[in-house]
């Protein structure tokens, strides 16, 4: 029994298909099927149910999958506290970003991560919130940049810095000669906003349901914020971006960009791990970067 047969075991009951954990673990599917056929032999027993689709441990795989979920853990206990005795900060980050996020901040830390960790491997990917908390469950990712508050249980956030809420107002809108914007003036059918699944729309949801009722019905969603600014651009519409979003407008469009009348505050970028993660080392040496990235050294 080796540590590869368990890490690709356990690969395939997250994936539920032989040929997404082969994906996943960057082998061929014979070499990783052959890999668990012979755990199985060594065993006994018959650990995955191959006539299911998806793929679903045994009685028997579910047994040996939670000894291997142990055994993995301390593994990799065991190579982070041998690199933290050597003074070294390595490994793999498996790190999911959400996408109101990833477009105005990934840039600023990963050169600086890159050239001060040479050790670390990182990879990235951009994810919804609820597809990074089912990832940190099932061990996909090690670690993510999401809003504070929105993972659950079973999830720790160590907030970051703060992001403030704008709003951002076509010419066309009533509301465009004020600087500052009550959320009660706010005519919601002017509104547009991020499609479901982005955490961002919840909470600007929330931010609104928290003075009135809102509409059931809204004229034009989308997963990107820059498409939202472009449709206001040419619309009497407008929507409410992040801070970390407006040194990318347009100097042309900047007279577009409102505050939002106290109360109608912010979010809280935070990183988020399971609770049994272990690479503190990593997670320290990102939170350093991200945090001196934005110019902000303090916690939020």
């Known amino acids: 029994m080796t540590i590869i047969q368990l890490e690709y075991l356990l690969a395939v009951a997250n994936c539920g298909s032989f040929s997404q954990a082969a994906e996943h673990c960057f082998v061929t599917q014979p070499s990783l099927s052959m890999q668990i056929k012979s755990l199985e032999e060594e065993l006994g027993v018959v650990l995955l149910d191959r006539s299911k689709k998806p793929v679903i441990p045994t009685e028997a795989g579910l047994v040996v999958l939670e000894r291997a979920r142990e055994t993995i853990k301390a593994y990799n ?14 490994g793999k980050l498996r790190l999911g970003v959400i ?3 990833a477009p105005y901040l990934l840039h600023k ?16 990917s951009e994810m919804i919130t609820s597809d990074i908390v089912e990832a940190l469950k099932r061990d996909r990712i090690d670690a993510a940049l999401v809003a504070s508050g929105t993972c659950g249980e ?4 160590q907030e970051l810095f703060n992001d403030r809420f704008y709003a951002y107002v076509s010419p066309e809108n009533p509301l465009y000669e004020r600087q500052n914007i009550r959320i009660e003036d706010i005519d919601l059918k002017d509104l547009v906003i991020l499609s479901p699944g982005n955490c961002m729309r919840d909470q600007i949801i929330e931010l609104c349901q ?19 600014m472009r449709i206001v651009d040419c619309t009497p519409c407008l929507t409410i971006i992040p801070e970390m979003a407006i040194e990318y ?16 505050t912010s979010r809280k970028i935070a990183i988020a791990v399971r609770r049994t993660y272990v690479k503190n080392s990593i997670i320290k040496a990102l939170t350093d970067t991200i ?6 050294t303090r916690p939020a």
């Open 77 to 90: 206990c065991i190579r982070e506290a041998v690199a933290e005795l050597k003074g070294e900060t390595a």
């Open 99 to 101: 996408p109101t996020i």
């Open 109 to 124: 830390f990963i050169p600086a991560f890159v050239h001060d960790y040479p050790k670390v491997e990182l990879e990235i």
């Open 154 to 157: 079973g999830i720790l956030e």
């Open 210 to 228: 928290a003075r009135r009722t809102m509409p059931s019905h809204y004229s034009f969603e989308s997963g990107s914020l820059d498409t939202l």
């Open 249 to 264: 407008i347009p100097a042309e469009h900047r007279d577009q960009l409102k505050t939002l009348c106290k109360g109608a």
């Open 291 to 296: 945090l001196s990235s934005v110019g902000d």
